[in-house]
């Protein structure tokens, strides 16, 4: 079997991942067009990933969320000034794992985080995890992530 290498005209040859040219010479080449021939079909390539998003700052990520209704306004603003944690968030951060040791544990981190974060990576876990107690689809969030982006 082959795959399509996306804005090539080459092909991959699936049993080696040998990257094929298209020269008429090439007996690689010669087999794949005899491999058509037949009635086959190459694979296409996978889907490009989407694109990265911005990380957002601080005050883009409060707003955000006051815009989502997650927050209220004056914990906005408490939010993005000295760096208290809104409740609703506070709520979700303590589902985490945590312990009594000192050491670092997923809700030590995550609310070290969020209380000094100056900007948000749509990639770091803690975005995974708010996502997830909101309920909101990875669709949705990149949509709200992209509009953030621009506040």
Same mark, same amino acid.
């Given at each position: ?35 058509? %021939? *037949? ?5 296409? =390539?996978?889907?490009? +990933? !989407? #694109?990265? @998003?911005?990380? $957002? ?16 306004? %004056? *914990? ?5 000034? =000295?760096?208290?944690? +809104? !409740? #609703?968030? @506070?709520?979700? $951060? ?58």
């Amino acid at each position: 079997m082959y795959s399509r290498i996306s804005n090539y005209s080459g092909i991959i040859r699936d049993a080696d991942s040998a990257v094929i040219p298209p020269d008429p010479d090439n007996r690689d080449w010669q087999a794949y067009q005899g491999w058509l %021939a *037949e009635g086959n079909k190459a694979t296409d =390539p996978p889907a490009a +990933p !989407p #694109p990265a @998003l911005p990380a $957002i700052t601080d005050r883009q990520f409060g707003e955000g969320l006051w815009r989502e209704k997650l927050i209220s306004f %004056a *914990e906005y603003l408490a939010f993005v000034g =000295p760096g208290t944690v +809104p !409740p #609703p968030l @506070l709520a979700i $951060i303590n589902t985490l794992d945590d312990d009594d040791t000192g050491n670092p544990t997923p809700r030590k981190v995550a609310l070290g985080l969020v209380t000094g974060a100056q900007t948000y990576a749509f990639d770091n876990s803690l975005v995974d995890v708010v996502r997830q107690a909101q309920g909101w689809s990875e669709d949705y969030l990149r949509e709200r992530w992209a509009e953030w982006a621009q506040l």
